[in-house]
């Protein structure tokens, strides 16, 4: 495989550096050179030990930032969905508050004329229920005491 | 890809939460009457959104009243008696056997007390009417009311 290297640090050039990074002789440029070299990947495995030393340091020196990349990226998909949302809620709240009313198949729109045809099926309930309770009203106990008084009469006959 | 899978997980959100913004009547069976026979001959469908009527604080009324038709009046039976569960069955009156008044009270949806009113009348003429209501007053109240201003 053959290797990409930045910098054109070769091994013998990256074994030496190494050699004067350990002595302790290596300049800032140097040792900026032998990170780059480490940080490549497919590097032989005697590396390991300095990529390993260099990749601590590397830690150390570059506290991990809050990578606000996704968090953006959800935060405008989210703004995005409640917009459609709202448009959504929007259009079928429009679309459900309405007035009118059907009369043999013709739609009427104009408010009191509806008002009128709710108005005439509400009394079409309540008048029947008031018949019923009337009905109960006017069945008196004494009657109910009759009625079944009547049903043994006409049993014993 | 990855950015695909994210609009759809956040468009599923946004259907669950439309979803849960629709109308407290959608589930009801009844929905389909109006549905059904809505615009026929024969028939008087009404449709009030916050509209004061007469004193009445309805946050949606909806009536039907239809002539002359048994098999309407058997279909909106059948409808009640499936809405019926979880409902309170506030007053019911049978004649020969099939229920001709019927008024539930059902459970809250939404901050919403909501009631069905369901009658038949027989003389002069078969007469069926279906309401359903929905009110931020409580159901006892609205119907207190209905049955007082008559």
């Known amino acids: 495989m053959k290797l990409k290297r930045r910098h054109n640090l070769s091994f013998e050039e990256a074994d030496a550096l190494i050699e004067k990074y350990y002595d302790g002789l290596t300049s800032g440029e140097e040792e900026k050179h032998l990170h780059e070299f480490l940080a490549q990947r497919g590097l032989p495995e005697r590396y390991k030990a300095e990529q390993a030393i260099f990749g601590y340091f590397e830690r150390k020196k570059h506290k991990p930032a809050l990578n606000m990349k996704p968090v953006l990226n959800w935060a405008s998909g989210i703004a995005a969905m409640l917009v459609i949302a709202a448009g959504l809620h929007f259009y079928t709240t429009a679309n459900t508050k309405s007035n009118y009313a059907y009369v043999n198949g013709v739609k009427i729109t104009k408010l009191s004329e509806v008002k009128s045809k709710a108005l005439m099926s509400l009394n079409e309930v309540s008048a029947t229920n008031n018949e019923v309770e009337q009905c109960f009203q006017n069945m008196t106990a004494n009657d109910v005491v009759q009625q079944q008084l009547d049903i043994f009469a006409t049993s014993e006959k | ?150």
Do not use: W
């Not at chain 2, 439309?18 to 024969?42: H, P």
């Not at chain 2, 009404?46 to 007469?54: C, G, H, I, P, T």
């Not at chain 2, 008044?101 to 901050?111: A, C, G």
């Open chain 2, 1 to 150: 890809m990855k950015r695909t899978k994210q609009f759809l997980v956040l468009l599923i959100l946004c259907c669950l939460g439309v979803s849960v913004g629709v109308s407290a009547q959608d589930n009801l069976q009844i929905r389909k009457v109006f549905e059904k026979y809505g615009d026929r001959k024969g028939v008087t469908m009404v449709e009030l959104s916050d509209e004061a009527l007469e004193g009445y604080d309805f946050s949606l009324f909806k009536s039907i009243t239809i002539n002359n038709d048994s098999q309407a009046a058997d279909f909106i039976r059948a409808c009640l008696a499936q809405d019926e569960s979880g409902a309170k069955k506030v007053k019911q009156v049978v004649s020969n056997g099939i229920p001709t008044s019927i008024f539930l009270q059902l459970p809250p949806k939404h901050q919403l007390f909501r009631l069905i009113l369901f009658n038949e009348t027989f003389k002069p003429e078969q007469k069926t009417t279906l309401i359903y209501i929905e009110s931020k007053k409580d159901s006892e109240d609205v119907l207190k009311l209905i049955l007082k201003k008559k």
